[in-house]
């Protein structure tokens, strides 16, 4: 089970950290990502990182702003997110997969429960 949380509101220009704690199976060895969905669209890729925390890939409309990094002691992953956008608002999603090549494809084998960000103009 994935679980996360540290959405809400927050001003342009502000920061949020998204945590993601993982119980049994759904931590060890996956690659950890993050997707988000605005409302009216669909879910898009934010981040992943491997499960070593050595790699990591961003959306082109995160990059430079996002962080995602991993505690694997502690069964986490965490989104850092800088200088947010009103764009930015939106359902997160953390996601586990076999690596991040499927990952960032979609091909996810277990998805968390949302945390809603709305950042405010």
């Known amino acids: 089970q994935l679980q996360a949380y540290g959405g809400g509101l927050v001003q342009a220009g502000g920061s949020l950290r998204l945590s993601c704690a993982a119980s049994?199976?759904?931590?060890?060895?996956?690659?950890m990502g993050w997707f988000r969905q605005a409302p009216g669209k669909e879910r898009e890729f934010v981040s992943v990182?491997?499960?070593?925390?050595?790699?990591?890939y961003y959306a082109d409309s995160v990059k430079g702003r996002f962080t995602t990094s991993r505690e694997n002691a502690k069964n986490t992953v965490y989104l850092q997110m800088n200088s947010l956008k009103p764009e930015d608002t939106g359902i997160y999603y953390c996601a586990a997969g076999t690596n991040g090549v499927a990952v960032r494809a979609g091909t996810v084998r277990y998805w968390g429960q949302g945390t809603q960000v709305t950042v405010s103009s």
């Open positions: 049994g199976p759904t931590f060890s060895g996956y690659a």
């Open positions: 990182i491997s499960w070593i925390g050595t790699n990591t």
